[in-house]
Nanobody, 127 residues
Framework: QLQLVESGGGLVQPGGSLRLSCAAS????????VGWFRQAPGKEREGVSC????????YYADSVKGRFTMSRDNAKNTVYLQMNSLKPEDTAVYYC????????????????????WGKGTLVTVSS
């Protein structure tokens, strides 16, 4: 059974940092484009960052560029999202998603492009 499981969410003060992890089971992430998406209350799900299967290409939404870093460790079958300088507007449920498509990562950072999804982890940025 293919599964993606997110972890690392929680409550953090503005300006703080969190590291999210997404572990895959039942399949190997090596050949998959993987993305982080988020959905805030009352808003549509949006793409935050996506990374190519090789890790050589990464896309970031403008709202997180310079603050978030996505990486992958294919040996551990895991991808990460390091989030620094967090703001209250980063509060959302963060989802990990994956797809076998080889399209450019920016095109893949779209909720309609991804096939496999985790259940999400809540990040709350508040003082």
């Amino acid at each position: 059974q293919l599964q993606l499981v997110e972890s690392g969410g929680g409550l953090v003060q503005p300006g703080g940092s969190l590291r999210l992890s997404c572990a895959a089971s039942g399949f190997t992430l090596d050949y998959y484009t993987v993305g982080w998406f988020r959905q805030a209350p009352g808003k549509e799900r949006e793409g935050v960052s996506c990374i190519s299967s090789s890790g050589g290409s990464t896309y970031y939404a403008d709202s997180v560029k310079g603050r978030f870093t996505m990486s992958r460790d294919n040996a551990k079958n895991t991808v990460y999202l390091q989030m620094n300088s967090l703001k209250p507007e980063d509060t959302a449920v963060y989802y990990c998603a994956a797809d076998l498509s080889g399209r450019p990562v920016q095109a893949m950072c779209n909720t309609y492009a991804m096939t496999y999804w985790g259940k999400g982890t809540l990040v709350t940025v508040s003082s």
